[in-house]
């Protein structure tokens, strides 16, 4: 998985380089694609270490939440400085 992605931005950085907008749509619509054929597999790992009662409320929405919680601190202004 992390070898495709890194071919996808090496895509992507040639498209920037080059200036070239078919490289960084093509780039655009493969991360697309990992994401919908690879993003399903975090969700598809809960069912094997919770119970069925813990899924549906609690354990995915922890999941969510503590992942959009890791994106906003990485991306907050002047962190850890």
Do not use: D
């Amino acid at each position: 998985m992390k070898l495709a992605e890194i071919v996808i931005m090496a895509i992507c950085a040639m498209g920037l380089y080059w200036r070239n907008l078919s490289l960084l749509m093509v780039a655009l619509f493969l991360m697309g694609l990992h994401s919908t054929v690879f993003g399903p597999v975090k969700y598809a790992y809960l069912p094997q270490h919770l119970g069925q009662e813990e899924i549906v409320g609690r354990q995915t929405g922890s999941w969510k939440w503590a992942r959009f919680l890791a994106i906003l601190l990485r991306n907050a202004p002047g962190r850890f400085s």
